[in-house]
Nanobody
Framework: QVELVESGGGLVQAGGSLRLSCAASRSVFSANLMGWYRQAPGKQRELVADIISGGSTNYADSVKGRFTISRDNAKNTMFLQMNSLKPEDTAVYYC?????????WGQGTQVTVSS
């Protein structure tokens, strides 16, 4: 069992930056996937960025060049650095970790970007 807690969301003006954190309750060194997803009102949840086993990263086209996914294994924490934020980035952001056959999700953190 792994519990995930997101933090760092909030209200920011367009062009600003935020860094989201996802703290895991235990080591997730063996994780198959670590990622960030988002869901805006009336839309399906979508992939923002992830890290898969082996270290490869994947980004949605809409955030390439603006967002960066990273992790701190010593702190059992993953991050999403978001720069040059746009109103269309407004959504609830969720972290996700897949460990073996288990799929864990955080409760989400709201990001609102004003125009």
């Amino acid at each position: 069992q792994v519990e995930l807690v997101e933090s760092g969301g909030g209200l920011v003006q367009a062009g600003g930056s935020l860094r989201l954190s996802c703290a895991a309750s235990r080591s997730v060194f063996s994780a198959n996937l670590m990622g960030w997803y988002r869901q805006a009102p009336g839309k399906q949840r979508e992939l923002v960025a992830d890290i898969i086993s082996g270290g490869s990263t994947n980004y949605a086209d809409s955030v390439k060049g603006r967002f960066t996914i990273s992790r701190d294994n010593a702190k059992n924490t993953m991050f999403l650095q978001m720069n040059s934020l746009k109103p269309e980035d407004t959504a609830v952001y969720y972290c996700r970790i897949v460990v073996n056959v288990y799929d864990y999700w955080g409760q989400g953190t709201q990001v609102t970007v004003s125009s």
